[in-house]
T-cell receptor, first 114, second 113 residues
Framework: DAGVIQSPRHEVTEMGQEVTLRCKPI?????LFWYRQTMMRGLELLIY????????DSGMPEDRFSAKMPNASFSTLKIQPSEPRDSAVYFC????????????FGEGSRLTVL | GESVGLHLPTLSVQEGDNSIINCAYS??????FIWYKQESGKGPQFIID?????DKRQGQRVTVLLNKTVKHLSLQIAATQPGDSAVYFC????????????FGQGTTLQVKP
C-alpha cells in the first residue's frame, strides 16, 4: 500500500491567496484526520471525518479554514484567505476505524505564507 | 482540563544503552495512551499503545509502563540505535469512541554513536 498521500509537499504563497491541500487516505480506512504542526503549538487536530462525515471540527482555527471529504478516497483542506500565521506543516492521517489510536500519517504539506 | 506533558524536552543516550522517555497526564479519566515517533521531515508513526486496564505492554525493543496512581507513562527502548533518533510523543486518546488524539509536546531522543 502506498500509505497516506498528501499534495503538495511544499507550498509557498502570498498572504490573501487561497491554499488547497489534498489528501488520499489508505484504501479501506474509515477515518481521516487533518493535523497542523508548528513549533509553538505542536501537533493540533483541526478536524476529523468518519465515513466521510465530519465528526469534530472544533480545532479549525476560524472561518478561513474549511475541509471536505467528498468520497472515501479524497479530502481537501482549504484556507481562504491565507495569512502568515497559517504557516505550518499540515498532516493528513487515516485510520482503519473510529476509536483506534493507530493513525497512519502522510508526510505532510509544508505551507509558507509570505 | 486535559494535558499531556513530557518531563524532559531532550534526551541524549549512547548507542546500545536503554532509553526511558517519561510522560505525565492530568486527566484521571484517561483510559488509552499511545506513543508515536516522528523522524525529521516525516509524519508521526505509531509505536505502541496501552489501555488503562494494563500496567505494562511490550513490543519489539519497546516497553510501555503505565502508573495510574501517579498518572505517569513511560516508554522504554532497549539497546537504542541511531535509527531511534526522533521526537517521541505521548498521546492521549479522547474519552469515548471519538477517535480524537491529543499529542503532547514531544521529547527529542538523540542517540550518540
Amino acid at each position: 500500500d502506498a500509505g497516506v498521500i498528501q499534495s503538495p509537499r511544499h507550498e509557498v504563497t502570498e498572504m490573501g491567496q487561497e491554499v488547497t491541500l489534498r489528501c488520499k487516505p489508505i484504501s479501506g480506512h474509515n477515518s481521516l484526520f487533518w493535523y497542523r504542526q508548528t513549533m509553538m503549538r505542536g501537533l493540533e487536530l483541526l478536524i476529523y471525518f468518519n465515513n466521510n462525515v465530519p465528526i469534530d471540527d472544533s480545532g479549525m482555527p476560524e472561518d478561513r479554514f474549511s475541509a471536505k471529504m467528498p468520497n472515501a478516497s479524497f479530502s481537501t483542506l482549504k484556507i481562504q484567505p491565507s495569512e502568515p500565521r497559517d504557516s505550518a506543516v499540515y498532516f493528513c492521517a487515516s485510520s482503519l476505524r473510529q476509536g483506534t489510536g493507530e493513525l497512519f500519517f502522510g508526510e505532510g504539506s509544508r505551507l509558507t505564507v509570505l | 482540563g486535559e494535558s499531556v506533558g513530557l518531563h524532559l524536552p531532550t534526551l541524549s543516550v549512547q548507542e546500545g544503552d536503554n532509553s526511558i522517555i517519561n510522560c505525565a497526564y492530568s486527566n484521571s479519566a484517561s483510559d488509552y495512551f499511545i506513543w508515536y515517533k516522528q523522524e525529521s521531515g516525516k509524519g508521526p508513526q505509531f509505536i505502541i499503545d496501552i489501555r488503562s486496564n494494563m500496567d505494562k505492554r511490550q513490543g519489539q525493543r519497546v516497553t510501555v509502563l503505565l502508573n495510574k496512581t501517579v498518572k505517569h507513562l513511560s516508554l522504554q527502548i532497549a539497546a537504542t540505535q541511531p535509527g531511534d533518533s526522533a521526537v517521541y510523543f505521548c498521546v492521549y486518546h479522547g474519552s469515548g469512541n471519538t477517535g480524537k488524539l491529543i499529542f503532547g509536546q514531544g521529547t527529542t531522543l538523540q542517540v550518540k554513536p
